[in-house]
């Protein structure tokens, strides 16, 4: 019943997109994530949603994870407030499916056990804006692009401005004080960012108050970030430019069933990037090589407590990853109906090492586990664009990758954008495949206990690979003398994710890594905009998922069937902007494994997770022309939802402050 109803909503939102009368978005946002040659949002046929600097300072956004979390299709699970682990799920796929990339550089955790990346960590205020491209795009981007991309983008330098300045300062509830400085200019041919910014909190408990053992322990967050870019132009064309950014968070932590004050974690990252352009032949052709690397280190430690005498750990991560990318576009001449021709073509080089230790020494034994490994990747890929008889975008897109003691795998990727000016709409289409690399974790992996191997990494492990498709719309109508009263997108995928790399226990009790699921998923994303006033507009997004294990037909962990976000802007004043935003998340099944609190709850699989309700608000106040003063209101409800079982979310806050920019 539930994928008849699935079917029926997809199937409902073209006859309101043909409806005659509709218009089209007048400016087109310029992305780089959906396709890496600069191309207008509008010919991409991919999902795109693009989070600007104005919505971050507008919502009150300072994580990375709240920026997230009304991007339709994507869910987060996060394990508590700042600093907890924060899970990304893009249209059903696992949480080691989704790339993140920072400037383009790929910063996804080497040294975590699937390759995963932690939305819980970063911070915001040196970035221009957030690009999430939902979908297969490992043809553009390689391993871990099979649910989508999401591209962080730091600031850029006022090009006509020597030095300006910009800053803010907040404090509030749970004695939480946020600041931050920076400044960007151009002197001639050179152009720079320093920034830098701290925030500091005790938080909130992270265990769920229905647990008996909750004390309750609040679990704090201190963290910090710098970035510094320096750019040269020495002549119109060519650019070269550095970037460095390094954070480093420190938080508390807690361990279900049971409070741990003596828990604690720190994340520390460096990204570094050395990077040159240059456009040759009369802008024809535009070649770009860049460096990178990026090192995360993290470390957790626990000791003895009066709720668990016994447990002591302490565990660390380091990996590291160092590459080469060369990338050029070249632009085609037209040929006959086929106009706006662009080449895309490049070769990319990393290599990737891991070395971890975790350690829990007990009094029942002592349990190890780690891996000192790593591996290569070298990668070719094309892309191709075209515009057919001036309405029709059409894109293909192919790449190889080839991983040291990995099958090489070779995706692609194939779409079209049709725009109907006739009834003020455009049609996408597109379909393709990706894959992930197995992580050096599960390729090399060994855990012991008391000496005796109890598990031990697959070598021999084959990429997980996946095959999707999407067809979606959007569409304007023009109604009392308003041409975008409503904005109406649909958006339906389906996708089979096969070769999934499971954990599994061998006949000799050894546990090792294997390939043997396959996931089915689609689902539909629909959206509903609408401006009644020039100070109103709003947001509505639904995003239905389906996404079952192939053989067991059970749903999979963490992916809720619903999820709904309701977001607005009202500016009912010139100076006053108000943002308020509801988010809503269905009930989802737990991990696959049955365990049970201290008051004899499931707390695992077997018990879902309830469904739950968000209510933020901000609201900003230009009281002079370059300084605006602000309020962040969290959680307003004090919803008690567990977005992952046995962990709550942070409790009812506020933050009031002020940003600058000269």
Do not use: C
Not at 85 to 99: A, D, I
Not at 336 to 356: C, D, I, K, N
Not at 398 to 413: A, C, Y
Not at 423 to 430: I, K, W, Y
Request: glycine content about 12%; proline content about 6%; charged content about 20%.
């Amino acid at each position: 019943m539930r994928r008849i109803s699935l079917a029926l909503a997809a199937l409902a939102a073209p006859a309101l997109a043909a409806t005659p009368g509709l218009a089209q978005t007048a400016i087109p946002e310029i992305t780089v994530t959906g396709s890496r040659i600069p191309t207008a949002e509008e010919r991409i046929p991919a999902a795109i949603t693009v989070i600007t600097r104005q919505d971050i300072e507008e919502r009150g956004y300072q994580s990375l994870s709240e920026a997230l979390n009304a991007v339709p299709g994507l869910r987060l699970a996060p394990q508590g407030g700042l600093g907890q682990v924060t899970s990304g799920f893009l249209r059903g796929t696992g949480s080691s499916n989704v790339l993140v990339l920072l400037d383009g550089a790929p910063v996804n955790d080497v040294a975590s056990p699937g390759g995963a990346f932690d939305f819980g960590q970063d911070l915001l205020f040196d970035v221009e804006r957030i690009e999430v491209a939902r979908g297969p795009f490992s043809s553009l981007y390689g391993s871990s692009a099979i649910g989508g991309v999401v591209n962080l983008i730091t600031r850029r330098a006022a090009p006509d401005k020597a030095f300006q300045p910009y800053g803010e300062l907040a404090g509030g509830s749970q004695n939480t004080l946020r600041g931050g400085l920076g400044a960007t200019g151009t002197v001639g041919a050179f152009d720079y960012l320093l920034s830098g910014n701290s925030i500091s909190t005790r938080g909130f408990n992270a265990l769920a108050p229905r647990f008996e053992a909750n004390i309750p322990e609040r679990d704090g967050f201190r963290g910090a970030a710098t970035t510094a870019r320096l750019g040269w132009t020495p002549v119109e064309g060519t650019r070269i430019e550095g970037l460095i950014r390094w954070r480093e968070n420190h938080f508390g932590l807690d361990s279900v069933p049971q409070d741990d004050p003596n828990y604690s974690g720190m994340d520390r990252r460096w990204n570094g990037q050395l990077r040159g352009e240059s456009r040759l032949l009369d802008g024809l052709w535009t070649t770009g090589l860049r460096v990178f690397s990026t090192e995360q280190t993290r470390r957790y430690t626990n000791l003895p407590d009066q709720f668990d005498a016994f447990t002591r750990e302490d565990s660390r991560y380091r990996g590291t990853r160092t590459g080469l990318d060369w990338g050029n576009t070249l632009r085609l001449p037209s040929a006959g109906p086929l106009t706006q021709g662009a080449l895309g073509f490049g070769v990319t080089h990393w290599a990737e090492q891991a070395r971890t230790t975790q350690s829990f020494p007990s009094d029942f034994g002592d349990f190890t586990s780690g891996v000192r490994a790593q591996q290569h990747t070298t990668a070719g890929w094309a892309s191709l664009q075209y515009r057919l008889l001036e309405r029709i975008d059409l894109t293909a897109g192919l790449r190889h990758d080839s991983v040291t003691g990995v099958t090489g795998e070779t995706t692609w990727k194939l779409g079209a954008v049709l725009q109907l000016p006739e009834v003020r709409s455009r049609l996408r289409v597109s379909a393709g495949t990706a894959f992930r690399a197995p992580s050096l974790f599960e390729r090399f992996g060994i855990g012991s206990f008391d000496g005796f191997v109890t598990s031990a990494g697959n070598p021999d492990l084959k990429p997980e690979r996946s095959l999707g498709w999407e067809i979606g719309s959007d569409t304007d109508l023009a109604l009392f003398g308003r041409p975008r009263l409503v904005t109406a997108g649909w958006t339906f995928f389906q996708s089979r994710v096969r070769d999934q790399i499971v954990n599994l226990a061998g006949p000799d009790g050894i546990y090792t890594y294997g390939n043997i699921n396959r996931a089915d998923i689609h689902g539909a994303e629909l959206a509903l905009t609408l401006r009644p006033a020039p100070w109103f507009e709003t947001t509505t997004a639904w995003t239905i998922t389906e996404a079952f294990d192939a053989g067991t037909e059970r749903r999979l962990p963490r992916r809720p069937e619903h999820i709904v976000s309701v977001t607005a802007r009202l500016a009912p004043f010139p100076k006053l902007v108000i943002a308020p935003t509801v988010l809503f998340t269905g009930r989802s099944p737990e991990a696959a494994f049955a365990s049970y609190a201290n008051d004899g709850t499931a707390y695992a699989y077997g018990r879902s997770n309830p469904a739950g309700t968000v209510v933020n608000l901000a609201a900003t106040w230009q009281a002079w022309d370059q300084v605006a003063l602000f309020l962040e209101a969290r959680n307003l409800g004090n919803s008690r939802w567990e977005p992952v079982n046995g962990f709550v979310t942070p409790g009812r806050s506020v933050l009031v402050g002020t940003r600058f920019a000269l």
